[in-house]
C-alpha cells in the first residue's frame, strides 16, 4: 500500500460531517441503527466511487502511449484537487460569515431518520471526490489485478474507520453514551468548520501538486 494512498484514506475518513451526523443519532437510543446504517452507507459509497475509478482510471492508463498515461492520471489528480480546493473556499468563506457555526440544514433532520434514509445520507456525503483520487493512486501505482481490488479493500477499510469505530463503542458502551455524545457534540459544534477547512485545504495542495507533478514527468 502507498503512501498515497494511506494519506487519501486518512484524509476520507475525518470527516467531521459524518461524525457530526451519527453523533446527533446516536443522542436517542433508538436510533443506534440509524447510525450503523450511515456508516454502512459510507463504506459502500467511498468503496463504489473508488472502484469506479480504478476501472476507469485503468482504461485509460491500459490504452495509448506512456506520455499519454501519465499525462491523464496527473490531470485527473489536478482536476480532484481544485474541486477540493473549491470545497475549502467556500466553506473558509462561510466561516467568516454571521452564521460560521451554523451546520448545514439538512443536519437538522438527522435526529429523525429512518435507517433507510440514513443509509441513503451515508452514500451522498462530500467524501466521495476523495474516493476518487484514490481509485486514481491505485491505478498509478501498477498493482495487478488482485492487488488492485485488495488496495480498494484496504481503502475502504481506512476510510471508515472514524465512522465505524465511534458507533461501535457507542453501541457496546450504552451507559456511558450521553455523556460522551454530549463532550463530542460540543467540540464538533465548536470545531466542525476548522476540521473541514484544514482537510480540504491540505488534500487540495497535496492533489494539484501531486497532479501537476505527474504531467511535468510525463
Known amino acids: 500500500m502507498s503512501i498515497n494512498l494511506l494519506i487519501l484514506g486518512l484524509a476520507t475518513t475525518i470527516s467531521p460531517l459524518f461524525i457530526i451526523a451519527a453523533v446527533v443519532m446516536m443522542s436517542e437510543s433508538e436510533k443506534v441503527r440509524s447510525s450503523w446504517a450511515a456508516a454502512c452507507g459510507w463504506a459502500v459509497s467511498i468503496g463504489v466511487c473508488c472502484a469506479a475509478m480504478v476501472v476507469v482510471s485503468g482504461a485509460v492508463h491500459d490504452s495509448g502511449s506512456a506520455h499519454r498515461k501519465h499525462w491523464w492520471l496527473g490531470a485527473i489528480d489536478l482536476a480532484i484537487g481544485l474541486v477540493v480546493a473549491f470545497f475549502a473556499i ?129
Not at 445520507?121 to 474516493?131: E, I, M, T
Not at 476510510?159 to 458507533?167: F, I, Q
Not at 459544534?189 to 514527468?217: C, E, T
Open 90 to 218: 467556500r466553506e473558509f468563506r462561510r466561516s467568516r460569515s454571521d452564521t460560521a457555526r451554523e451546520f448545514p440544514k439538512w443536519m437538522n433532520r438527522v435526529g429523525t431518520m429512518s435507517v433507510f434514509t440514513a443509509f441513503g445520507l451515508g452514500l451522498f456525503l462530500p467524501a466521495n471526490v476523495l474516493s476518487y483520487a484514490a481509485g486514481n493512486e491505485i491505478v498509478q501505482q501498477h498493482f495487478h489485478n488482485p492487488q488492485k481490488w485488495v488496495a480498494v479493500a484496504l481503502y475502504i477499510a481506512i476510510g471508515s474507520l472514524l465512522e465505524l469505530l465511534p458507533v461501535l463503542y457507542l453501541t457496546v458502551r450504552p451507559k456511558s453514551r450521553e455523556r460522551v455524545l454530549e463532550i463530542w457534540h460540543r467540540w464538533l459544534d465548536s470545531h466542525w468548520q476548522q476540521v473541514l477547512v484544514g482537510l480540504f485545504g491540505m488534500i487540495s495542495v497535496f492533489l494539484i501538486v501531486k497532479g501537476v507533478v505527474a504531467i511535468i514527468r510525463s
